[in-house]
């Protein structure tokens, strides 16, 4: 048997310790994987960084982590996509609620992912560039396929023409990047916002109208760039982008904004989430913002609902992405794997150093731990 070993969170708001674990087992309709790299996100920063005020349900110690990339080890029961020796991306779901946790954190040398949330990877993609997609492709199309949010008509090939928009704020965040493409992929025109350095990515993966997200007029430059055309919802991603996004939904007519990230960033909170003053502000503004941003769209007929990524497990957008629109996709070109990834350095002890670039602040990009 192999040995395994996993960036362990001994305690809230305690740093990553690297510390030896068994090996977990796949059981049926999953896979066991050799991680060859992984990355990190927001999630897995405010899991440490605000103790037990998410995902309270997990034990310490924690295996956080949900992009994997490497070979399949072993196959569970029941499992034909794959085969031992296959190359995979995964996304581990270990962090929610009713999973193994131990044995499905991504932050280890072998984890087990369940096969319908994995694809193989082609042969011209590295671990480290298709290991930025698992959550952020997934966040996206939750947003826009799920029934609940946006509930557009799934991707293809050869999607056709509905001469509808889809607004995507936050367009050069790992969600925003997927959730462009994904748009596309399923016949919508995109406008999206991004920093003036992400432009021409932007229209590359396919927006058709970039405004400056900084510019104080960037809602109604949108707007303006709408035009008359019919709004099929906006994707709020980032801190910050839910109050735009529904002034958007509602200047354009817009019915749905999925909403992928919190009003309020949760940086000011004291690490490990200890209750005190910073905590009770934080808090009260989050919820204040929240209450005001629900009854301004209700009153204009907007629905704003928040997205949790991990939701396609449960629904047909699961399958119809990593089993029947991510492979191809990617093996043809159609989709492309994106924000591009930075390698932060190689081995477990990694992790951990990419955590605290990735609460410095980081633009654009992935950061990518090689094992």
């Not at 031992?84 to 999973?99: F, H, P």
């Not at 999607?159 to 748009?183: F, M």
């Not at 907007?302 to 997205?307: E, G, M």
């Not at 047909?316 to 932060?344: F, I, N, Q, S």
Request: with cysteine; glycine share 10%.
């Amino acid at each position: 048997m192999p040995s395994n070993s996993a960036a362990l969170l001994p305690s809230p708001g305690a740093d990553l310790v690297v510390g030896p674990v068994e090996v977990p087992e796949p059981g049926p309709g999953e896979l066991l994987v050799r991680v060859r790299a992984v990355a990190v996100n927001p999630l897995d920063d405010v899991k440490q960084w605000t103790g037990d005020l998410m995902y309270r349900w997990l034990p310490y110690p924690a295996i956080l982590g949900e992009d994997v990339a490497g070979d399949v080890a072993a196959v569970g029961a029941g499992v034909d996509r794959f085969r031992v020796g296959d190359r995979v991306v995964a996304y581990a779901v270990g962090m929610e609620r009713g999973r193994r946790h131990g044995a499905e954190g991504g932050f280890q040398q072998h984890v087990v992912v369940r096969a319908d949330l994995a694809a193989p990877v082609p042969a011209h993609l590295a671990a480290e560039q298709v290991v930025v997609l698992p959550l952020a492709v997934s966040t996206a199309a939750t947003a826009l396929f799920q029934r609940d949010h946006l509930a557009l008509p799934h991707p293809s090939a050869d999607p056709a023409p509905t001469g509808r928009v889809v607004v995507v704020w936050g367009g050069a965040s790992s969600v925003g990047s997927n959730a462009v493409q994904l748009a596309v992929a399923s016949g919508h025109r995109v406008a999206t916002t991004a920093s003036p350095g992400n432009h021409a990515r932007m229209r590359e993966l396919g927006a058709e109208i970039v405004v400056d997200r900084r510019s104080p007029t960037a809602v109604a430059d949108l707007v303006a760039a709408i035009g008359d055309a019919e709004v099929a919802g906006v994707v709020a991603v980032g801190t910050g982008s839910a109050e735009p996004s529904v002034a958007v939904a509602i200047a354009t007519g817009a019915s749905r904004v999925a909403l992928a990230s919190p009003s309020v960033s949760f940086g000011s909170l004291p690490r490990g989430g200890r209750f005190g003053a910073a905590f009770v502000r934080t808090m009260s503004r989050l919820v204040a913002a929240n209450v005001s941003l629900q009854l301004r769209a209700r009153r204009r007929g907007v629905r704003a609902r928040y997205v949790w990524g991990s939701s396609l497990m449960t629904n047909e957008v699961g399958p119809m992405l990593w089993r029947d629109h991510l492979p191809a996709a990617l093996a043809e070109g159609r989709h492309v794997c994106a924000p591009e990834a930075e390698v932060v350095g190689e081995g477990l002890e990694q992790v951990q150093v990419a955590l605290d670039r990735l609460r410095e602040g980081v633009s654009a990009r992935k950061l990518v731990v090689l094992l």
